[in-house]
């Protein structure tokens, strides 16, 4: 099945810090999710970003389908976009489901 | 907030027991898709329910079994629990099976 890795597994910044987290994937995919899970569990959408580049706010996202890789870059950071941070890909002929990394977990120190 | 609710928050279960868990998907999804997350680890499939039949499963056990109700709302049943089966069970709601906005899970702990 399809293999999807994520850089790096820690990140420690400083707040205001920025920062680039990484999502490689081994296959060609439909579409990319990336999600904020907060210390309580709840994963947020982020991003449906297949290919090219978002931005909402304070992140912004850029797929390169073609290399099989997103980045996802956090601005000015601040303690509340500490927690754990995953990218998912969903591919048709995989079946219906969404395959995820292992997860960036950021903590950001006041 | 995303709309989908899950139910119980929170649960504890002893090793053999069987647990019900419930997820309402929201409005106007028709496709609810279930996943395990184990502590430090990403979810994985469990499986989907689309129009009230099962649309594809992960590598789980037949122990794990799901049902999807007219309302498109969806229970995760798991029979004869083991230790390892300790997690947050997620669930996502979806229109025509691509994607997912999640709910807040459920946590289970079986001792």
């Known amino acids: 099945g399809i293999q999807v890795e994520q850089s790096p597994p820690d990140l420690i910044l400083q707040e205001g810090a920025n920062s680039t987290l990484r999502c490689n994937f081994s296959d060609s995919v439909n579409n990319l999710q990336w999600f904020h899970q907060n210390p309580w569990g709840q994963l947020i959408n982020l991003f449906y970003?297949?290919?090219g580049t978002k931005q909402n706010g304070r992140l912004s996202a850029t797929t390169v389908a073609t290399e099989r890789y997103s980045l996802l870059y956090i601005s000015s950071s601040q303690t509340t976009d500490s927690g754990v941070y995953f990218c998912?890909?969903?591919?048709?002929?995989?079946?219906?489901?969404?395959?995820f990394g292992g997860g960036t977990r950021v903590l950001v120190k006041p | 907030e995303t709309g989908v609710t899950q139910s119980p928050t929170h649960l504890i279960k002893t090793r053999g027991q069987q647990v019900t868990l419930r997820c309402s998907s929201q409005s106007g999804h028709n496709t609810v898709s279930w996943y395990q997350q184990a502590l430090g680890q990403g979810p994985q499939f469990i499986f989907q329910y689309y129009r009230e039949e099962e649309n594809g499963r992960g590598n789980f056990p037949p122990r794990f079994s799901g049902l999807q109700f007219p309302n498109y709302s969806s229970e995760l049943n798991v029979n004869a629990l083991e230790l390892d089966d300790s997690a947050l069970y997620l669930c996502a709601s979806s229109w025509e099976l691509a994607g997912g906005d999640f709910g807040p899970g459920t946590r289970l702990l079986v001792l």
């Open positions: 998912a890909v969903f591919l048709w002929a995989a079946g219906n489901k969404l395959t």
């Open positions: 970003i297949p290919s």
